[in-house]
């Protein structure tokens, strides 16, 4: 990735934000709500959870759905004429614009569950009459129901697509689960959209820089602007800046960058044939009898082609239908003058074009009609790496179509985290590194892992330094992009094992420990393993006898399998689970317990379980100023017990702010003595500050629920253990 990629998530150009930015219900608050139908934990899922998508997907008919799908790419109807007598390259943009999205800090976006279908993303400004798209695409997904998924289809139907046209691809992978409601993700603060007038994100003259973890340059994009940053089309240096800040956050470098854009932009137009503002709004402010349509017209003009998406109109290549060498020759060969679309948008127009180098009319092959460069495209010639990897490209197809093929590959996959949750017969059989591959590992038999653990409890390891270990490994896991959590043994990599809330010292410390004692058994389970015994020690001493059942048979990845740059932003700025916080940030502490827990694919009861268990065991990371011992709201740390929401709930406890620290952290002092009881930080206050989460802590502090809660937290434990087993399921 480049040099400006990174920076610390929450960390923006100063002030407090809320967590999730600007919502839904900010936008349009007059669509309809239904949250009031989704309380006492009602879902929204009509499969429900008995649904088995991978069931239903393997026993699909494969080749008669891609028959399906490449017979629709030139059944073009009226309604929505296809381009070209070819639908091949909208929906190419409609699946790189599902997949684009994705963005590496947080995981989040992505092609994985069909997102595209609802707001805000339906609605964004760049994705612009993709409705029609999505729209064309239901009989085929109405013929084949459960066993395809929307988020399946959109990634598939742009496979296709390329092939269709005689582009290369590099396989596919299904298992993109849908969901039915709008994923609530952080996309910025602005409150317009970037045709409205919002700001480009990077501005080095004001010392503006692309927030973390936004991937996108302004609010309604999926990433750069194609006319030039905020629309300026001489600033080529800042487009190519844009470009490269941008592709970076999706996790593409300089030559995966050129070779998507050149080979999306082998296919296909831009549309911008009549002034924006004769269309109307988009589909989720639109008229009812619209039925879900936006940025409509008459249907004379799109009859006639008078179609404004973005703004741009023409097509880059003579030959928009055809997968062929024509982008980087037209590119290369042409001088290219600035001109304005017929709809006002700055594009760029090769100077004097022989007749064979126009394009056809998208409505009418017999007219010809000048060919285009966005400001965006202009760069693959013009800044000077971009324009080293345009002409190797240019002279060497294959190397071209190998790159554009495993760059696709890679947008559209790159947030279904490891290759287990691939399904179907195309799946590449060569492991990839962003895949995070780790080799397949052998289960150890019953009395090896209880030999292992006897020992591990033997050896002098305190508790709360296994638990911190497990933890440490299983919870690096994202639920938003499932990469990674405990299989592999990544964090005995000193990348991982090295970040600050690991507490890298003592970490391999145990580490150490654990393979000296592990015998035949992977690093991966001995880890998880050796946390297990430590929660069962605890419960024991806390008067449970649970077992705590976490699976086996994790491999340990190898270290030229680790993409260590890669991993970077899955360490965390703050992880309330360890009361850990990097730097005081932009969103509140307690919010990023809460980010955290999403990506962790906790439940509220299961975060606060977790919390409360995790603070009891000692689990904290080093506090700089209390060691070990903040939030730690008990007098037998390591025990497994209730005790950090008994004293949290205590009324004989006052709490104030410690004034050195600001408002992260807190003193407890008895009510009568003034004596100081217990250190505490926001992520511990929260849960008796709180009204919801107090009532939490009271089901948990209260009499007769011991049990329940040492059982609540072993579930939720083993649950995070196993979060990233996807090959077991
Ligand atoms: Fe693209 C289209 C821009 C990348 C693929 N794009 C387009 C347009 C624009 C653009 C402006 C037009 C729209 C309308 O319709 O109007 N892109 C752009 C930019 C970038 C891009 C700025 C960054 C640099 N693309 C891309 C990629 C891909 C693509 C990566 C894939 C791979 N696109 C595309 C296509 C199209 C487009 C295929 C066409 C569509 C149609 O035809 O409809």
Redesign the pocket.
């Known amino acids: 990735t480049g040099e400006m990629s990174g920076g610390c998530p929450f960390h923006g150009d100063g002030g407090t934000r809320a967590l999730f930015g600007r919502t839904n219900k900010d936008w349009w608050p007059d669509a309809l709500d239904l949250s009031i139908l989704t309380q006492e934990g009602k879902s929204v899922d009509p499969l429900g959870e008995d649904f088995d998508y991978c069931e239903a997907f393997n026993a699909i008919d494969y080749d008669a759905l891609k028959a399906d799908l490449t017979a629709l790419m030139t059944d073009s109807q009226e309604w929505w004429p296809a ?1 070209y007598g070819h639908y ?3 929906f ?2 409609m699946a ?1 614009h599902a997949a ?1 999205t994705y963005r590496t800090s947080d995981g989040r976006g992505g092609a994985g569950s069909g997102q595209q279908r609802f707001a805000p993303l339906n609605s964004w400004p760049d994705n ?2 993709l409705d029609k798209a999505r729209r064309l695409l239901w009989p085929i997904k109405q013929k084949y129901g459960n066993h395809i998924s929307w988020a399946d289809l959109f990634v598939l139907t742009g496979n296709v697509a390329i092939e269709s046209m005689g582009g290369p691809t590099f396989g596919f992978g299904g298992g993109r689960k849908d969901v039915y409601e709008p994923e609530t993700v952080y996309w910025g603060t602005e409150d317009l959209w970037v045709d409205q007038g919002a700001e480009t994100r990077i501005i080095p003259d004001e010392g503006k820089a692309l927030e973390t973890p936004l991937a996108a340059i302004q609010m309604g994009l ?5 006319e030039g940053p905020g629309g300026n089309p001489h600033d080529d240096e800042g487009m190519a800046r844009d ?1 490269r800040e ?2 970076a956050r999706m996790a593409m470098n300089d030559e995966e ?1 050129v070779a ?2 050149a ?3 082998t ?6 044939a009549v002034p924006a503002d004769q269309l109307s709004g988009s589909p989720e402010s639109e008229a009812l009898e619209l039925m879900g349509f936006g940025w409509a017209t008459d249907a004379d003009q799109i009859g006639e082609g008078h ?7 023409g ?1 880059w290549t003579n030959t ?1 239908d055809k997968w062929t060498e024509n982008y980087f020759r037209l590119l290369l060969d042409y001088d290219y003058e600035l001109v304005q679309s017929p709809a006002g948008a700055n594009q760029w127009q090769p100077i004097n074009p022989k007749e064979e180098d126009m394009a056809p009319d998208a409505r009418d092959p017999s007219k010809k009609v000048p060919t285009m460069m ?1 400001t ?2 202009m ?1 693959l010639k013009r800044d000077p790496e971009y324009r080293k990897i345009s002409e190797r490209f240019r002279n060497d197809h294959e190397a071209f179509k190998d790159a ?1 093929a495993r ?2 590959f890679k ?1 559209t996959h790159r947030d279904m985290g490891p290759k287990a949750r691939y399904l179907g017969p195309e799946v590449p059989s060569e492991d990839l590194i962003w895949q995070d591959p780790v080799p397949a590992g052998t289960k150890p038999s019953d009395s090896a892992v209880a030999d292992f653990k006897a020992k591990v409890m033997g050896s002098g390891l305190s508790v709360s330094e296994l638990v911190k270990a497990a933890w440490a490994s299983a919870s690096t896991y994202r639920n938003s992009d499932h990469r990674g959590g405990a299989n592999g043994a990544h964090i005995r990599f000193d990348e991982i094992r090295n970040w600050a809330v690991n507490d890298p010292e003592e970490l391999g410390k145990v580490l150490a420990k654990l393979d000296e004692l592990r015998g035949d058994i992977s690093m991966a389970d001995a880890i998880v393993l050796a946390g297990a015994a430590a929660v069962e020690k605890a419960a024991k001493d806390g008067g449970f006898d649970l077992s705590v059942t976490v699976s086996t048979g994790r491999g340990d990845a190898r270290r030229e399998d680790f993409d260590a740059e890669s991993w970077e932003p899955l360490e965390p700025f703050a992880d309330g689970f360890r009361n850990y916080l990097k730097t005081k940030a932009t969103v509140k502490t307690e919010d990023m317990l809460i980010d955290r827990a999403n990506l962790l694919g906790l439940s509220v009861p299961e975060m606060t379980v977790l919390l409360g268990g995790l603070r009891a065991l000692g689990a904290v990371s080093k506090h700089a100023d209390h060691g070990n011992s903040i939030g730690v709201l008990t007098d037998r740390p390591g025990v497994l017990s209730n005790d950090f929401f008994v004293n949290l709930l205590d009324m004989g406890t006052k709490w104030r702010t410690v004034d050195k620290s600001g408002d992260e952290e807190f003193v407890g002092t008895d009510r009568k003595s003034g004596e100081e009881k217990w250190r505490a930080t926001r992520t511990d206050l929260v849960f008796g500050s709180n009204s919801q989460l107090r009532a939490l802590s009271e089901v948990y502090a209260a009499n007769g629920n011991e049990a329940k809660f040492a059982s609540d937290f072993v579930k939720a434990w083993t649950k995070v253990m196993d979060a990233d087993r996807f090959d077991l399921k």
């Open positions: 381009d091949g390259p909208f190419i943009r790189w684009g612009g009459n999926i990433y750069v602007n194609p470009m941008t592709f960058t998507l854009t080979g999306g932009h296919f296909g137009k831009a549309h911008g179609i404004t998406t973005s703004g741009i109109e097509a928009p966005t965006a495209d760069q554009f760059a696709w947008l």
